[in-house]
């Protein structure tokens, strides 16, 4: 029983927040996956026409850009970037989003190698996955083997 507890309060000192370490984990290329509305409701996103990639330096400042992905790491996008700054603040990180156009704040809840999640000010949280670019083996064997 007295090992139960010790692995009980290990499990949830691991737990702790850390809004510092999800920093690592933003950089890259992210696919959303699910959106839970503020009612409870939830939309799916089986299949993503675009994704967002962010980048973060180290003074967190950087940009998120919505991007179409193509074939073998080819990716189309538009001039337009949101700017973005990241703060830690009451133990959690906050972004802070700026365009011509608004200014907003979401919050990260999680942040891992594979998965982020994110709050807006509407309280609709935002699940994505880490996005795997879509590769084709085309050496001139599948080619051949294509057209014929």
Not at 93 to 115: D, F, G, R
């Amino acid at each position: 029983m007295k090992t139960y507890f010790w692995l009980l309060c290990l499990i949830l000192c691991s737990c702790s927040k850390h809004p510092e370490a999800h920093i690592a984990h933003l950089q890259g290329y992210w696919e959303i996956e699910e959106v839970t509305l503020a009612d409870g409701s939830k939309k799916t996103y089986p299949y993503n026409e675009t994704i967002d990639f962010i980048s973060v330096n180290d003074s967190l400042k950087g940009f998120r850009k919505k991007l179409k992905p193509g074939l073998n790491d080819t990716y189309y996008t538009s001039a337009d970037a949101e700017r973005i700054e990241l703060r830690i603040e009451n133990d959690e990180l906050n972004i802070y989003y700026t365009t011509p156009y608004a200014q907003w704040k979401e919050t990260i809840l999680e942040a891992s190698s594979e998965q982020l999640k994110i709050i807006n000010e509407d309280e609709n949280v935002y699940l994505y996955k880490r996005y795997t670019p879509i590769r084709l083996d085309l050496k001139e064997d599948n080619a051949d083997a294509l057209q014929n």
